[in-house]
C-alpha cells in the first residue's frame, strides 16, 4: 500500500524567511496530493493541494511542487509569518488496482515554528 | 455551510464503558471519513463510507470498533468497550462526489480521554 514520509519533523524559522517541507510517496499510481495545516488544539484545514497533471501550484505565499519521476512533493512558504506557525501534513491519494478509491494516507506531520 | 459537525467535543469515560461518538458531514457531501490522531500514530483513517456504504474498514483496529452511517446526514463511531489506549481525538471528514471529490473537510474532532 501506499506510504508518505515526510521531513524534517521539526522546522525553526525566523519570521519573513521562507520553508519547505518535503514529502515522499511509494505508489506511483497516486494521483492527488493535499497539505493540511493543523493548529494546536485545532482540526486539520486543506491550505493547498495538487494533482498529478500539475508540476507546481501557487496561492499567494504558499506553493507546492511535484515531481512525479522521483516520487515527491514539497511545500514552500514565503515571507513567513508567526501565524505560520502549526503542524503541516502532506497526504498522498491512494489508488487501488481495482480503480481509484478516495483514501489519504497522511505524513507524519512537521511543527513548524516561526520565530518573531 | 456550518462544516463538519461532532458531537460531543470532549469525552471522559472509564474503561470499559461504550462510547459513541457522533458526525454531521457537509450537506452534499457523497464521502464520510473517520480518523483518529495520536502523538505516536498520527492521522490514521479509521473507515469510510460513499453514500452511506461502508467502503474501506481496514483501519479499525479491533472488533470493538465500529461505525454505522444510516443516513446521508448522520454517523456513529462506537468503541465497546472502551480502553486507556483508545484515547485520542477522532475527527470526522467528508468529501463530496465528483471532480472535487479528492478534498476531505474535517471537523472539529471529539477528544476521547479513558481512565
Known amino acids: 500500500g501506499e506510504n508518505v514520509e515526510q521531513h524534517p519533523s521539526t522546522l525553526s524559522v525566523q519570521e519573513g524567511d521562507s520553508a519547505v517541507i518535503k514529502c515522499t510517496y511509494s505508489d506511483s499510481a497516486s494521483n492527488y496530493f493535499p497539505w493540511y495545516k493543523q493548529e494546536l488544539g485545532k482540526r486539520p484545514q486543506l491550505i493547498i493541494d495538487?494533482?498529478?497533471?500539475?508540476g507546481e501550484k501557487k496561492d499567494q505565499r504558499i506553493a507546492v511542487t511535484l515531481n512525479k519521476t522521483a516520487k515527491h512533493f514539497s511545500l514552500h512558504i514565503t515571507e513567513t509569518q508567526p501565524e505560520d506557525s502549526a503542524v503541516y501534513f502532506c497526504a498522498a491519494r491512494t489508488m487501488n488496482y481495482g480503480g481509484a478509491t478516495n483514501k489519504l494516507i497522511f505524513g507524519t506531520g512537521t511543527l513548524l515554528a516561526v520565530q518573531p | 455551510d456550518a462544516g463538519v459537525i461532532q458531537s460531543p467535543r470532549h469525552e471522559v469515560t472509564e474503561m470499559g464503558q461504550e462510547v459513541t461518538l457522533r458526525c454531521k458531514p457537509i450537506?452534499?457531501?457523497?464521502?464520510l471519513f473517520w480518523y483518529r490522531q495520536t502523538m505516536m500514530r498520527g492521522l490514521e483513517l479509521l473507515i469510510y463510507f460513499n453514500n452511506n456504504v461502508p467502503i474501506d474498514d481496514s483501519g479499525m483496529p479491533e472488533d470493538r470498533f465500529s461505525a454505522k452511517m444510516p443516513n446521508a446526514s448522520f454517523s456513529t463511531l462506537k468503541i465497546q468497550p472502551s480502553e486507556p489506549r483508545d484515547s485520542a481525538v477522532y475527527f470526522c471528514?467528508?468529501?463530496?462526489?465528483?471532480?472535487?471529490?479528492?478534498?476531505?473537510?474535517f471537523g472539529p474532532g471529539t477528544r476521547l480521554t479513558v481512565t
Open positions: 450537506s452534499g457531501h457523497d464521502y
Open positions: 471528514a467528508s468529501s463530496p462526489q465528483g471532480p472535487h471529490s479528492y478534498e476531505q473537510y
Open positions: 495538487i494533482r498529478s497533471n500539475v
